[in-house]
Nanobody
Framework: QVRLVDSGGDLVQPGGSLRLSCAASGIPISSYVMGWYRQASGKLRELVATIDTAGLTDYADAVKGRFTISRDNAKNTVYLQMNNLRPEDAAVYYC??????WGFGTLVAVSS
């Protein structure tokens, strides 16, 4: 059974940092393009960042220079380092493996 467990969400002040984790089981993430998506209240889910099997990364314009996606294939885990958080970054963040598998999400709140 495939599971993606998202964690690391929290309430932070604007300008703060968080690191999200996505721990996978049942699949080797080394074989998948991994991505982080987010969905704010009342909005559609949107792509935040991806990392392919070679380690190449891509980011939404809104997070470039602030967020970093990385993967640790030995731990079968993907990370999203989020710096200089803004109120508009508040959302439920979801991990995705390929096009088939989703995590359950972790909530990020940004407020003073």
């Amino acid at each position: 059974q495939v599971r993606l467990v998202d964690s690391g969400g929290d309430l932070v002040q604007p300008g703060g940092s968080l690191r999200l984790s996505c721990a996978a089981s049942g699949i080797p993430i080394s074989s998948y393009v991994m991505g982080w998506y987010r969905q704010a209240s009342g909005k559609l889910r949107e792509l935040v960042a991806t990392i392919d099997t070679a380690g190449l990364t891509d980011y939404a314009d809104a997070v470039k220079g602030r967020f970093t996606i990385s993967r640790d294939n030995a731990k079968n885990t993907v990370y999203l380092q989020m710096n200089n958080l803004r109120p508009e970054d508040a959302a439920v963040y979801y991990c995705r493996a390929g096009s088939e598998y989703w995590g359950f999400g972790t909530l990020v709140a940004v407020s003073s």
